[in-house]
């Protein structure tokens, strides 16, 4: 698709703009079902990997203590819910601290809870701030059962840190819920495209610099720090796939698409924002890294697919 020329803007990190960051995820999801996906995931696999295990590790143990679960960019709540539910067959009475920084996205889950009569036996703490923010706030003594960070590795700092700091965290016996990109798809055009949105954005600060670069992070960083200190985990695997077809078949891209674009290159206004140059070669990489199929009419689909890992994490 040849790009349009437009007056191009400096490219900004998707990060460093909240609200065009929710757009972009609210168009990423609704195209790629990647919440159905996982919703779908914990449906059918979290009763047994999770709750049977935290089941006869602390079922009888708590006595009438709450189990306290601890949620890392818990966004809208949608993923979140689904756990807690699960949980609450087993444990009738659960304290769950939620970590989300956008207030747009906290007071979602907030109404959420509000309306729900399924939560009842489940206390929330809420910290409408960063898990960085959080871990220099907490006292050091405080410990979880179930630690739960489902697409947010990417923003809360280095990895090592991160995962040690998650695993101070927890109960012995506790586990931690990883949702987290394998190196496929979005996160190996973040590697091969390190510097997309960093050059030149007046905006962002020196916090949203290093999260543009934490975003490459993906479970291919996660899993030798945990074998490093012997940390045992189970891990699962999912494919998102977007279906970036128009891109290479239409002379205008839709707003949908530029969105959908928008988010998988982590940019803000991506097509109009990157020079022509990088333009093609992004779009070039998508291409070939694309799988392609056959269409109704014989026509080319391109599906571009991101693997994500699921990780168990036990302590
Ligand atoms: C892709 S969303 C995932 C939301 C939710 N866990 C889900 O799967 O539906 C990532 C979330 O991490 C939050 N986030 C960003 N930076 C963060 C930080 N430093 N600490 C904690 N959460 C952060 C974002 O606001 C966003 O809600």
Redesign the pocket.
């Known amino acids: 698709m040849a790009k349009p020329s437009i007056q191009r803007k400096h490219p900004q990190p998707l990060?460093c703009n909240?609200d065009h960051?929710?757009i972009a995820?609210n168009a990423y999801?609704q195209q790629t079902q990647?919440?159905e996906i996982?919703a779908k995931w914990t449906e059918e696999e979290f009763d047994s990997n999770v709750v049977k295990v935290l089941s006869e590790k602390f079922g009888d143990k708590l006595d009438d203590q709450p189990l306290r679960v601890l949620?890392?960019?818990?966004?809208?709540?949608?993923?979140?819910t689904l756990q807690l539910m699960k949980l609450k067959t087993k444990f009738s009475r659960i304290y769950a601290t939620v970590?989300?920084?956008?207030t747009e996205?906290?007071s979602k889950y907030q109404e959420m809870v509000q309306k729900c009569s399924d939560i009842a036996g489940i206390e929330y703490k809420w910290h409408n701030?960063?898990?960085?923010?959080?871990v220099r706030s907490i006292e050091p003594e405080q410990k979880y059962h179930f630690i739960?960070?489902?697409?947010?590795m990417?923003?809360?700092?280095k990895v090592e840190e991160t995962v040690k700091k998650l695993y101070e965290l927890l109960e012995p016996g506790g586990m931690i819920f990883m949702?987290i990109q394998a190196d496929s798809g979005m996160s190996l055009l973040a590697k091969t495209f390190p510097r997309l949105a960093v050059e030149d954005t007046p905006t962002s600060t020196t916090?949203s610099y290093e999260?543009k670069t934490n975003y490459l992070i993906t479970s291919t960083d996660v899993k030798p720090v945990l074998s490093k200190y012997q940390i045992d985990y189970t891990q699962s695997s999912y494919e998102i796939s977007s279906d970036l077809t128009t891109c290479f078949t239409q002379d205008e891209m839709t707003p949908a698409t530029n969105l959908l674009l928008d988010f998988i290159t982590m940019t803000v206004k991506f097509q109009e924002s990157v020079p022509d140059k990088i333009f093609n070669q992004v779009m070039d990489f998508i291409k070939r890294n694309s799988r392609v199929k056959k269409g109704d009419q014989g026509d080319d689909k391109y599906y571009f697919d991101t693997e994500c890992d699921i990780l168990v994490i036990s302590k």
């Open positions: 990060y909240p960051y929710s995820l999801n990647h919440p996982l949620g890392v960019g818990s966004g809208e709540g949608n993923q979140e970590i989300e920084p956008s996205r906290i701030q960063t898990f960085q923010e959080f739960t960070i489902v697409r947010a990417y923003y809360v700092g949702v916090e999260v």
